[in-house]
């Protein structure tokens, strides 16, 4: 009876030092990913396109979604921002909110939320945003990327 208790006891504490583990690192995901979009922000409101693009990762396998046209690849990624937004006058000043990151894994995260782009002399635009995020080398991607830009009614 002793070693039948003395198991149980043992099982309820390693799956109690499990799961708050496991919540314990999603917390830490959840931070660090909320820590590239942040950075992301103030790279792109400093008029850098190129650190702002730190966040993703840099493969030919990027995928990036938007206005109706899919772009493949880190380097084509930046080419398309750099072609739209030559200048920090017309990048504007960014801003993410509405953020929910959902961990669906060990190495995978998904983001999702709303964008804005505000300018001094005229009306900005808005949209929402869905990101796919993996650990690779330690590091958390992007590797998906799917934007929207809000009709207007």
């Not at 929402?128 to 330690?138: A, D, K, P």
Request: glycine residues 10%; charged residues 25%; proline residues 1%.
């Amino acid at each position: 009876m002793q070693r039948k208790s003395t198991f149980l006891y043992l099982l309820v504490f390693f799956l109690t030092a499990c799961s708050g583990n496991s919540r314990v690192e999603t917390v830490d995901v959840k931070t660090t990913v909320m820590g590239v979009l942040t950075r992301q922000v103030e790279d792109w409101n400093r008029g850098s396109v190129k650190d702002f693009m730190a966040g993703y990762w840099q493969n030919d396998s990027l995928k990036f979604v938007s206005g109706g046209s899919v772009t493949y690849g880190w380097q084509e990624t930046l080419d398309r921002y750099l072609n739209r937004y030559d200048t920090a006058e017309k990048m504007g000043q960014l801003t993410f909110d509405d953020v929910h990151i959902r961990v669906l894994g060990r190495d995978t995260a998904i983001a999702d939320g709303r964008w804005a782009l505000g300018y001094p002399d005229r009306p900005g635009s808005e949209g929402r945003f869905t990101l796919l995020f993996q650990r690779i080398g330690g590091q958390w991607r992007i590797v998906y990327d799917h934007t929207s830009l809000k009709q207007a009614v």
